[in-house]
Structure formats: C-alpha cells, structure tokens
C-alpha cells in the first residue's frame, strides 16, 4: 500500500481498505472454478493471515492500552483463530471437493461478522481514546510491520 497523506495512513483506513480488498477477492472467487479458484484462495489467505497477524501485533496492542477498548481484544483474536482454522482447512482441500466451496461460505460469513463489529464497535470505541495523531502514527506503524511480514506469510502458504 502506497504511502499518502494524513488521512489515507491513519490506521482505520489501512484497516478498511484490506477489508474492502478481501471483499472483492471473495467476489470473484464466487465466479470462477479450478486453477482460477486455487488462485483466488491463494490471494485471500496471503491477505487475510497478513491482515490478522499485521493487527495482532499492532492494532490489539493499541486496544489493550485503554479500558474503554481492551475489552474488544479477546473476541477479536478468538475471531481471527477461527478464520485461521477455516483458511487451513481450505488450504488443505481440493477446489473440487464440495466441502471447498462450503469453507469458502463459512470464512465468508465468519469474516463479515468480524468486520462489521471492527468497523462498528471496535472504531467508534477507539476514536473515543485515540486522537488524530495516535491514529496517523498506529497507520505508519500498522503499514511497516506489515511490509515485515510479507515473506513469511507467502512462505506459509506455500508449506
């Protein structure tokens, strides 16, 4: 992700911008089959592993520093295990078998919930403690660790 100005790097919209991404990759893989479907898969792990594990080291971190937000943390980790689960139990099938197709539907719905709670709840709680500038800099911080993290994530799907 390019680095822009003030706004484009506070941390809700980094966080925004990968959900809206995720979205449109669960789109497409919605129409397409075989070696299209592997592909699309592909993509949505490296996204959302590298999206979970950017925000666990973090986004949660910044959370756990406020009592109005800490208590957000748990579930939302307890969400991203649950995603994690599911993407390497789909990682392990075949695009052909009919349970890839049902685990693709079951991430769908597991991470929409986890979204709209972050972008609901989560961000309104954390606009309440942070101001502008925390925000800006949790962005910088959120955009170079996950520049970090891209290799081993990549590496992971390939295991």
């Known amino acids: 992700m390019a680095k822009t100005q003030a706004k484009s790097t506070d941390i809700f919209s980094l966080i925004e911008a990968e959900h809206r991404q ?3 990759l669960f789109a497409e893989a919605e129409k397409v089959k075989g070696a299209k479907l592997v592909e699309q898969f592909n993509q949505i792990y490296i996204a959302l592993i590298l999206h979970a594990r950017t925000e666990e080291l973090v986004f949660y971190p910044a959370l756990r520093e406020y009592e109005e937000t800490e208590q957000y943390v748990e579930e939302a980790e307890e969400e991203h295990e649950e995603i994690s689960v599911i993407l390497e139990e789909i990682k392990a099938l075949k695009p052909t078998q ?7 539907s079951e991430l769908k719905e597991t991470l929409e919930h986890h979204v709209e709670q972050e972008e609901s709840e989560i961000f309104n709680a954390v606009r309440e403690c942070m101001s502008d500038r925390e925000l800006t800099e949790l962005g910088q911080e959120f955009q170079e660790t996950k520049s970090k993290l891209v290799s081993n994530v990549e590496a992971a799907l390939a295991m």
């Open 98 to 104: 009919p349970e890839f197709k049902e685990k693709m």
């Open 22 to 24: 995720v979205e449109k």
